[in-house]
């Protein structure tokens, strides 16, 4: 089937506007995950949604981020009045569990972001 | 939180050689470690994962090993090929997140 998908591929939009960003996990997958990578830097964790449960939204940088999953399936992640540092690629990813707990993350292929 | 520090950002390799990049984290020893391919204007894709009580594990050109003595994984292509030129990732697991590294960039020179 298809893999992760994210929407738009690129963005660009003005400071101080409010962005929506768009994941379409894996069917079947139960875990969400959000990245963010700055240019020349290692992926930034945001948000993971399991299932049901509560989301741990422990790597949000601010209150202007956050995260939704509805239905178990799609995810929107919204920034709100973005400032120049918001500029990044913010990636998704679902995963599935292997046997003895480990789990496997498909990406997708990102959304960039530029701020002007 | 785990520190994690991937050998230099670029390596140089020509076709044919063994290319060999390091993993190097700073706190506790996760349950599994994984290495992950990155290509520009993609998302990473998942290539091999090593528990804590296996040392290495192979698939195909590709080897990793696991030493939770020393905090380390090093990560193995022989025979390498232009094609594996990429950036390559190593991530570990600590609650519901994963720590990634910065990654190294290897280039493949035919």
């Known amino acids: 089937g298809a893999g992760v998908s994210q929407s738009p591929s690129n963005k660009v939009t003005e400071k101080g506007k409010d962005v929506e960003l768009r994941c379409d996990p894996i069917?079947?997958?139960?875990?969400l995950y959000w990245y963010r990578q700055s240019l020349g830097q290692g992926l930034e964790f945001l948000i993971y949604f399991q299932g049901n449960s509560a989301p741990d939204k422990s790597g949000l940088p601010s209150d202007r981020f956050s995260a939704e999953r509805t239905g178990g399936s799609v995810s929107t992640l919204t920034i709100q009045r973005t400032q120049q540092e918001d500029s990044a690629v913010y990636l998704c990813a679902s995963s599935s569990r292997l046997a003895g707990g480990a789990d496997i993350q498909y990406f997708g292929a990102g959304t960039r972001l530029s701020v002007l | 939180s785990q520190k994690i520090e991937q050998n230099s950002e670029a390596l140089n390799i020509q076709e044919g050689k063994t290319a060999t990049l390091t993993c190097n984290y700073t706190n506790y020893s996760p349950a599994y470690l994984q290495w992950y391919r990155q290509d520009p204007g993609r998302g990473p894709v998942f290539l091999l994962l090593?528990?804590?009580?296996?040392k290495e594990k192979r698939k195909e050109r590709l080897k990793v090993t696991f030493d939770t003595t020393l905090k380390q994984s090093l990560f193995h292509i022989t025979a390498s090929q232009p094609a594996d030129s990429a950036t390559y990732l190593c991530?570990?697991?600590?609650?519901?997140?994963?720590?990634f590294g910065t990654g190294t960039s290897l280039t493949v020179i035919p």
């Open positions: 090593i528990r804590e009580n296996e």
């Open positions: 991530a570990l697991p600590t609650g519901n997140q994963f720590y």
């Open positions: 069917s079947g997958h139960t875990a």
